[in-house]
């Protein structure tokens, strides 16, 4: 059984989304969401759905051994970013060299970089008159949404459309894609 491990600082609707993905499968499960802040929506998601979370702060992420120690402890064979607003450094990169994954809320490589997160991105993608735009989910190296891209998928962005919108647009999207992106890699990579 493959071991994940969700990183998330905010709410946490695609943690939980993924959680409930994975629930009852044989081959993969959720097994811990590590968060940089405590205060985390994701938190309480965890907790409800049975699932062990942690919070390590951004000094312990930049030092990185206390983060790996956690993930070595819980057996974590691949990491997700759901939402987690974090450059990672490189000791974890390199220790989990393509078995991260991120989700990006537009058509990388447009939109992409540090900033461009969330309310950022669509707001842009509105501004820029863009007539799509859609979710990119892409291995993380050390650079902000640079990685090679595993997959995308679009949505059309219509002349009326607000940022919410759009924002809505890609929730469909992500919540869609993600889980099945991640078992996809999983299966490739002999999971």
């Known amino acids: 059984m493959k071991k994940i491990a969700l990183f998330a600082s905010g709410s946490g609707t695609n ?20 968060s940089n802040k405590s205060e985390a929506f994701v938190h309480e998601r965890a907790q409800r759905l049975g699932v062990p979370s942690v919070t390590h702060t951004n000094a312990e992420f930049r030092e990185s051994m206390s983060v790996l120690y956690t993930l070595n402890n819980f057996g974590i064979d691949f990491v997700a970013l759901a939402g987690f607003m974090y450059l990672l450094p490189p000791a974890i990169i390199d220790t ?21 997160y969330g309310h950022h991105v669509h707001e842009a993608v509105v501004a820029a008159g863009e007539k799509q735009s859609g979710i990119t989910i892409h291995y993380v190296d050390k650079h902000y949404d640079e990685g090679d891209i595993v997959f995308q998928a679009k949505c059309e962005v219509l002349p009326t459309d ?28 002999g999971g």
Do not use: C, W
């Open 15 to 34: 943690a939980e989304n993924i959680i409930r993905y994975f629930e009852g499968n044989a081959d993969v499960e959720v097994a811990l969401v590590v």
């Open 96 to 116: 989990y060299r393509n078995r991260i994954v991120n989700i990006h809320p537009s058509l990388l490589p447009k939109y992409g970089g540090k900033g461009m």
């Open 162 to 189: 607000t940022p919410a919108d759009v924002e809505r647009k890609i929730h469909q999207l992500e919540y869609l894609h993600y889980p099945r992106v991640i078992e996809s890699i999983l299966k490739e990579k």
